[in-house]
């Protein structure tokens, strides 16, 4: 038997969720178990059957070896012993014939959460990825179309005689697939009398609609099936939500129905006269266009952890004998963001030691000397027996842009080297505290060295293929997004491309050197005299810094090229992973040890 081959997931297009339910393909699947719990018990028979428009397009029926007995009250049920299944096929050489006949369907089941449950937990025992299909639940479905007192219970063997199917379940796969396939036709005949004709109807008809969601379903209706941007509006036209949506009709109307659960969200709604939108070329425009519109409008029912924040920096301060200070908005070199304080506080201590900057807060002219003694602990940084005058303390400075900019690691290196003279000298305890620290550092370097990257060329045009042909477009600058737009399949791309760059916003960098052309700026990389990002938004840089390195993007053309530095902490980020994972799992072996007692 060859190898089961993992599918890739599959999700309904939204032209799909709008399908009439005439033309949906369903796939109705029933399963037998040897009990029920998915984590713990096993398939032992999957029956399907695949239909549209009332019309039978196959079937799906086999035993399933579950490897183990099966028991003898689940035998009693179902008829299916022990000896029927030996030699019937695993669940790892039937999945994929299943997901490959379900491709593409809706999924219905009678408990859908049992069956579906044992499907992906057999899914994720196989190493085979689960389709995003949309699923349908008879027994939900029932409940709200039938009342109590019409039918009581909604068993599959109640529902089969109340509605008159064909086939009677037997506690058999294929026979109970076949009965809930003759439920599911008489249950839409019935949802079709209350307006319920295609399949995103279906859904929203599903779950417990509020009074309310119901009454503001009119507030969808205009907003075009289009990438965008939206904004909830209150009755004194204050901005109440602000969200993003690959399709804005079917993202905006989720909100007023019953998939809709969450307190805030239905308050939200409520509170909502009306629902304005921004059309965006594609995701990142949205992105972008997004934290935009959060900085101006702080919406009360947007998530705080949405919002862009106000980042700390480490920077050098501008004096004869600089040092390492936390800053809001650098004007110079720099390492961040951080939206911690105090974590940015803890990198720039272990900066400051292994640049040789000084610690010491002593305000020096130009005509000083820096004199700080050594301790045996604690103490300057930049403690020597002899004092320094502003030129000889100039390396230290000089070496904390380098590093920064990543021209050169040579404090790094001193630092992996002080961490391995640890390990040498049997002192563990010490190289462990000192890697988890380097590891943070390499962190927040190369993160301010990513960034600069989108940051600094003047214009970077990128291209990202949009999945049907076409083209995503996005125009860079300074690390803003300037423009965007899409050519479709068969449009000539670079036409677009021309017209997009000439209806570009014009973006200024600031710095000591703002609106210089960024190829002096820059003539042999990151200038470490700038600040990183020269003035961009940091959440933003990152937002288009996650667009970039997307498979597939490339680069149209830029003035000055896009790459991290040669020898910044990029090359670094591997060591900084592995003692990670090395901290990680010395923390399991202590709670381990301390759980055991």
């Known amino acids: ?27 109705v699947v029933d399963l037998e178990t040897t009990g029920t719990s998915p984590a713990e018990d096993a398939i032992t028979e999957i029956g399907a059957v695949k239909v549209r428009g009332g019309e039978v397009l196959g079937e799906f029926a086999t035993l399933v070896d579950p490897g183990r007995s099966i028991p003898p009250a689940v035998v009693q049920i179902t008829g299916i012993t022990t000896a029927m299944v030996r030699a019937a096929p695993t669940i790892e050489a039937v999945l994929p014939g299943f997901l490959e006949f379900a491709a593409g369907a809706v999924l219905v089941a009678h408990n859908a959460r049992f069956d579906i449950g044992f499907l992906k937990a057999a899914a994720v025992r196989c190493d085979t990825p689960w389709p995003r299909a949309q699923v349908v639940c008879t027994v939900r479905l029932a409940r709200r179309v039938l009342g109590r007192d019409e039918a009581p219970s909604v068993r599959l063997g109640v529902l089969a005689q109340l509605l008159g199917a064909n086939t009677t379940p037997t506690h058999r796969a294929l026979d ?77 109307r989720s909100y007023f129905t019953g998939s809709e659960t969450r307190g805030r969200i ?77 974590a940015a506080a803890d990198i720039a201590a272990t900066l400051a030691e292994y640049c040789g900057l000084r610690t010491c807060t002593t305000r020096l002219s130009g005509n000083a000397l820096h004199s700080c003694p050594p301790e045996a602990v604690g103490g300057c940084r930049a403690a020597t027996d002899t004092p320094l005058g502003p030129a000889a303390y100039a390396a230290a400075p000089a070496a904390a842009r380098a590093l920064f900019a990543g021209t050169d690691d040579t404090a790094l290196r001193a630092l992996l080297a002080r961490i391995e003279h640890y390990a040498a000298g049997e002192q563990y305890e010490s190289a462990a505290r000192l890697r988890d620290r380097a590891a943070a550092v390499i962190r927040a370097l190369r993160r301010t060295q990513r960034l600069a990257a989108v940051a600094r060329p003047a214009e970077l045009i990128t291209a990202h293929p949009d999945g049907a042909g076409g083209w995503e477009f996005a125009v860079i600058r300074y690390g803003r997004l300037a423009g965007a737009g899409t050519a479709g399949r068969g ?61 597939g993007v490339r680069i149209v053309r830029t003035t000055d090229g896009y790459a991290e530095p040669a020898r910044g902490a990029g090359r670094w980020i591997g060591w900084a992973e592995a003692a990670d994972s090395a901290a990680g799992a010395a923390r399991a072996a202590e709670s381990y040890d301390e759980q055991r007692g």
């Not at 297009?13 to 949906?24: G, I, S, V």
């Not at 399949?199 to 507030?219: F, H, S, W």
């Not at 005299?529 to 990152?542: I, K, T, W």
């Open 1 to 27: 038997m060859p190898e089961p081959v993992p599918l890739p997931a599959r999700q309904l297009a939204f032209d799909q969720l709008d399908t009439p339910l005439y033309d949906t393909t369903f796939v």
């Open 266 to 342: 239905r308050e939200m709604v409520s509170l909502a006269t009306r629902v304005d939108h921004v059309v965006c070329a594609h995701g990142l425009e949205a992105g972008v266009r997004e934290l935009r519109l959060l900085t101006a409008h702080a919406p009360p029912y947007n998530r705080r952890s949405k919002f862009p924040k106000r980042a700390w920096w480490i920077a050098l301060t501008a004096e004869a004998f600089p040092r390492l200070t936390l800053v809001r908005e650098p004007g110079g070199p720099a390492v961040g963001p951080f939206h911690s304080r105090a």
């Open 176 to 252: 109970d697939a076949r009965a809930t396939v003759d439920v599911l036709h008489a249950l839409i005949g019935r949802v079709g009398n209350q307006g319920v004709h295609s399949l995103t109807e279906l859904i929203d008809y599903l779950p417990e609609v509020t009074t309310g969601q119901r009454a503001k379903r009119a507030l969808a209706v205009d907003l075009p099936a289009a990438p965008g941007v939206y904004l909830f509006r209150g009755p004194s036209d204050e901005v109440l939500y602000i969200g993003t949506a690959v399709n804005l009709r079917r993202r905006v």
């Open 491 to 551: 449009v000539a791309p670079m036409p677009v491309v021309e017209r997009i760059v000439a209806a570009a916003q014009t973006v200024r960098p600031t710095g000591p050197e703002a609106g210089t052309p960024t190829g002096e700026l820059f003539p042999a990389g990151a200038d470490p005299r700038l600040p990183p990002l020269l003035g961009a938004s940091p959440d933003e840089v990152a937002v288009i810094a996650r667009w970039l390195e997307r498979p």
